[in-house]
């Protein structure tokens, strides 16, 4: 329904472990192809690719062309659509009974239909328990009389079996009061036991679900209250337009309200509901959109994500999956211009129908998309104008109304199952039926396998007969072992931790198939060397000194002294720099294992200064040099010679250095001098000496 004013408004397989896969006949199939309520659009999606087409299912330039539906047969092909008002065949001509689906078919506005301008005016629902009969919903718009027709139900039953299997409505089943005091939200969801509801919208904000089955059309509807999108609007009615529509897994149900004239911002927009497919009956109701009207609505394909039209601020995406009411509202987010209708499509997109606020009729020519709905925010992909209708044909808002369609009395199912291990546990997908027959001879709901295959199982539910399909692989747990040969003191690292000891360890993990695969590692250690040094001082050790040292019990060597390496020959003589010194020898051995032995190595300092009191530099080599006599190794060694009037004679810097009585290449003259000695031990301790000494010629 909409103003009949306008309003000119500016803005800006991998299969998985356990996982079952459900394969089914599809209620897709029946909404292939689209017809809309406007300008000869249609669309036709049974090749993958959607393909525009021309219906003839046009109207007056007054129209909006919101309502319409179009059904096919289970294998997607056309049999007939309408706008409510009408219906055509699958050749697009009037049905021979197809007109006036609506008693007084003359609008009170030129060029409307009764039906035309309602936002859902048209619902097509499948006969259950019938392979050719259809029901037509026909519902008035707002437009079409305020006062006398505004909300009127009526339905009319279609027969493929007339009119040579064209189709045609059937005589006294056309036009045929059903419900008044309407808004103009309706639509169709299956229901769970061969049965279909047909859900409306009162005036008084109430839900109406009428029940559908093989038996026929109930007259006493199912009641559930609507308190959140209650408010009047300005006209001092109710809210009677926006949408009404169902989930993929029909267990929720969405209504939107749109505010007329005025399109306001003030009130509550978007209700979400739970849906009991047993009972027809609405619960939990959720107000998503407390501040913005809005018009189109729908589900996405897995169900937990929810989109809206809302006036003035475009398409906006809801999280069904952030858990709390405040998590969803929160989760808002704006993703593409639009305020029509919204509608799943067969190719797995939502299509969005042109915009409500356009002041020129059919000026939408292509469709924009969601082309990944499932996908949060953005991710969801949109796309203006990604389907482009046939030339010449246009669209304003409204998209084809759903298609509900009872349980199938056989239904099949299929699952595929990669499970780890040698034997399964097969279950039929309901467990509570009778007259289970397996495909082998077995007879209960479950049976063990043991070997990979195909297993198919018949039974009997309270809705239907089932066949159950399941191809199950199994896989036996993986399982290699290996055996690794470590030196003594040496480890490996396994399940997370070092080992050295011997024996046989086990570990389980999780293979690239998704199954448990086990190793097992037999460790052996390998004997121990006799690993030996012996270290051979000729003498009491000074720092300074070699030490003789020699290794056996190994095929290869290593010296080192205080970390740093000595040399590679078992007999070896190894330098002592300090007062302690670590001797490690590194054998390795035939099987290329290596050992290590330490030893503390003590020295001293050894610092010891003899001066003698006389020496004759007469060059007979006895005593002809004054030096003194030392053991251990020095550092910042000093001599001074001084004469009886302390003038220095003489000086040298290394203990080896000794004076030969001359000055300045002349003897000295024969008397006492003066000496003074001073050094430091490589320990760190200092020496200091004076005295005088006599020079003999």
């Known amino acids: 329904m909409r103003s009949t004013f306008y309003i000119s408004i500016t803005k800006g397989i991998l299969l998985l472990l356990g996982l079952l896969c459900f394969v089914h006949v599809s209620y897709g199939q029946y909404e292939n192809v689209w017809v809309f309520g406007s300008k000869n659009a249609a669309v036709d999606f049974n090749s993958g690719t959607p393909q525009p087409f021309a219906s003839q299912l046009g109207f007056g330039v007054n129209t909006f062309g919101e309502a319409s539906a179009s059904v096919c047969n289970p294998n997607g092909n056309l049999l007939f659509y309408t706008d409510g008002t009408r219906v055509l065949d699958r050749q697009h001509n009037l049905m021979p009974n197809g007109n006036n689906l609506v008693p007084n078919p003359n609008s009170a506005l030129t060029g409307f239909t009764p039906t035309s301008s309602t936002a859902q005016g048209a619902v097509i629902v499948p006969m259950p328990g019938s392979n050719s009969r259809y029901y037509i919903f026909s519902l008035t718009s707002f437009e079409h009389d305020t006062v006398n027709h ?188 639009g305020s029509g209708h919204l509608k799943l499509a067969p190719d797995g997109k939502i299509y969005c129908g042109g915009s409500v606020f356009s002041t020129s009729l059919f000026a939408t020519t292509a469709l924009s998309a969601i082309q990944q709905p499932n996908q949060a925010g953005l991710a969801c992909m949109p796309a203006a104008n990604t389907l482009a209708l046939l030339a010449g044909t246009g669209m304003r808002i409204g998209l084809p109304n759903a298609i509900a369609v009872a349980g199938i009395d056989t239904f099949f199912d299929s699952r595929k199952l990669r499970e780890c291990g040698t034997a399964f546990r097969l279950a039929a997908t309901d467990t509570t039926g009778t007259g289970y027959t397996w495909n082998d001879g077995f007879t209960t709901p479950a049976r063990n396998v043991a070997s990979s295959g195909r297993y198919w199982v018949r039974y009997q539910t309270p809705c239907n007969a089932r066949v159950d399909t399941i191809e199950i692989q199994l896989l036996p747990p993986a399982q290699s072992g290996f055996t690794k040969v470590i030196c003594r003191n ?147 060694y000093h001599l001074f010679i001084y004469n009886r009037w302390g003038e220095k004679v003489f000086q040298c810097f290394k203990a080896t250095d000794k004076w030969d009585g001359t000055q300045n290449g002349n003897p000295m003259e024969t008397g006492t001098y003066f000496y003074q000695i001073k050094a430091s031990c490589l320990e760190g301790s200092a020496i200091s000496r004076k005295g005088d000494i006599t020079l003999i010629r």
């Open 490 to 636: 040496d480890y490996v690292e396994f399940k997370g931790k070092r080992i050295s000891d011997p024996g046989l360890y086990r570990d389980t993990f999780i293979a690239a198939n998704g199954c448990d695969s086990i190793v097992t590692l037999d460790l052996v250690t390998l004997p121990a060397q006799d690993l030996e040094q012996d270290l051979q001082p000729d003498a009491p050790l000074c720092i300074g000194d070699t030490l003789r040292v020699e290794g056996r019990g190994a095929r290869r060597y290593q010296w080192y002294t205080n970390g740093l390496y000595g040399g590679a020959e078992a007999l070896q003589k190894l330098y002592l720099p300090r007062l302690s010194n670590e001797i490690m020898l590194v054998g390795t051995s035939e099987n290329d294992c290596r050992d290590t032995v330490k030893t503390i190595v003590a020295a001293s300092a050894c610092c010891e200064i003899f001066v003698p009191n006389a020496f004759s530099p007469n060059g007979d080599g006895l005593n002809d040099g004054f030096g003194p006599e030392s053991t251990g190794n020095f550092y910042n």
């Open 150 to 337: 505004f909300g009127k139900l009526y339905y009319s039953i279609v027969d493929m079996n007339l009119n040579s299997g064209f189709g045609d409505v059937v005589t006294g089943q056309k036009a045929i009061p059903f419900d008044s005091v309407l808004t103009e939200r309706m639509t169709a969801v299956p229901g769970s036991c061969k049965n279909v509801w047909l859900l409306t919208v009162a005036q008084n904000m109430t839900v109406k679900a009428y029940e559908i089955t093989a038996a026929g059309l109930s007259t006493t509807p199912v009641i559930s209250p609507v308190t959140t999108l209650a408010n009047l609007s300005s006209f001092n009615t109710p809210a009677i337009a926006g949408a009404i529509v169902g989930s993929p897994d029909h267990n929720k149900i969405a209504i939107t309200r749109e505010e007329e004239t005025v399109f306001s911002l003030t009130y509550a927009g978007l209700a979400l509901f739970d849906f009991n497919r047993a009972t027809g009956v609405l619960s939990n109701e959720r107000q998503l959109n407390p501040a913005g009207a809005g018009y189109g609505v729908c589900f996405s394909p897995d169900n937990t994500k929810l989109y809206f039209a809302q006036y003035g601020a475009g398409i906006q995406q809801f999280d069904l999956s952030a858990g709390t009411l405040t998590g969803i509202i929160n989760s808002k987010t704006y993703v593409m211009p």
